[in-house]
């Protein structure tokens, strides 16, 4: 029996899209497939022809244009991620957004410290634009930082991914035999990091 490496789920995906290039390898694949069929008008009719000629039909492509071979758990988390993807029908932006910050190794920004308010528009001096009525100034010029739906949106992308990191986890947890030498726990990031007292 084989010993599997506890890991959080952001981790894992993190390792899946960043050190495995899943996506990438995903796309090569998918792309030299699209290519052959398209060269080829039909594969029944390749294949039909292969035979006709003795040939052994070989769909593995050539070793040159093969990327390296990946890990078998980077493949079924990328598989559990791409099952998100279909679940949702909604565009699948919860796997999107895995895949993104998979890739780059980050949390979506849910704007810490953002907060709705006005500020002093500053003119050309460094000092604040005034609003002057018969030559005097009667209040300054403000700008409106931080818009509410602009907090709303960075806040729901982030709730988003963890809520299909956690799904993803979920299925990784009920099929253990997909993966060989991890087991995943998490997601470890925070629900609402937002709403503690120290964000």
């Known amino acids: 029996m084989t010993i599997k490496n506890n890991i959080d789920i952001e981790d894992l995906v993190r390792w899946t899209y960043q050190v495995q290039r899943m996506d990438a390898q995903a796309e090569h694949e998918t792309d030299q497939i699209l290519n052959w069929l398209l060269a080829t008008g039909s594969n029944a009719k390749v294949i039909e022809w292969h035979a006709q000629l003795g040939c052994r039909v070989d769909c593995a492509g050539s070793a040159a244009a093969a990327p390296a071979a990946t890990n078998a758990d980077a493949e079924a988390v990328h ?104 087991s995943v726990i998490g997601p470890a990031a925070p629900r609402q990091p937002w709403s503690s007292s120290t964000a």
């Open 79 to 182: 598989l559990v991620v791409l099952a998100l993807a279909r679940r949702c029908g909604d565009g699948s932006n919860s796997a999107i957004l895995i895949q993104q910050y998979g890739r780059i190794g980050l949390r979506p920004d849910w704007l810490p410290g953002a907060r709705t308010r006005f500020e002093p528009l500053i003119n050309g001096k460094g000092k604040p634009k005034m609003v002057y009525r018969n030559r005097h100034a009667i209040a300054c010029r403000v700008v409106l930082k931080d818009y509410p739906e602009v907090i709303r949106f960075a806040r729901g992308q982030y709730g988003r991914w963890l809520s299909g990191l956690a799904w993803v986890a979920g299925q990784l947890r009920r099929r253990p035999e997909l993966l060989e030498t991890h």
